[in-house]
Nanobody, 116 residues
Framework: QVQLVESGGGVVQAGGSLKLSCAAS??????????MGWYRQAAGKQRELVAN???????NYQDSVKGRFTINRDNTKNTVALQMNSLKPEDTAFYYC????????WGQGAQVTVSS
């Protein structure tokens, strides 16, 4: 059984920064061998991929966050983080940590609100 727990959400003004962290517990071997990612869901919209990182650290970003967000993982600590800079009001959403893609493991989510 794998559990993902997010932390670090909150309210920030446009142009500010936040860092989301995700701590994983459970099968350490499984987590180290899967792509980890962050998804978000804004009110009234579908959940979308923000960024992900493969076990060998290849990263992929949604076009709207390229150059502003950075994803990183620490396999020794079973953590994945999303550093978000130059935040915009349109980044407001519930952010979810994910392990193994849409059919994999999900955290409970963390609210990020960017005020204009």
């Amino acid at each position: 059984q794998v559990q993902l727990v997010e932390s670090g959400g909150g309210v920030v003004q446009a142009g500010g920064s936040l860092k989301l962290s995700c701590a994983a517990s459970g099968s350490a071997f499984t987590l180290r061998s899967v792509t980890m990612g962050w998804y978000r869901q804004a009110a009234g919209k579908q959940r979308e991929l923000v960024a992900n990182i493969t076990p060998n650290r290849i990263t992929n970003y949604q076009d709207s966050v390229k150059g502003r967000f950075t994803i990183n993982r620490d396999n020794t600590k079973n953590t994945v983080a999303l550093q978000m800079n130059s935040l915009k009001p349109e980044d407001t959403a519930f952010y979810y940590c994910n392990g193994g893609g849409p059919t994999g493991y999900w955290g409970q989510g963390a609210q990020v609100t960017v005020s204009s």
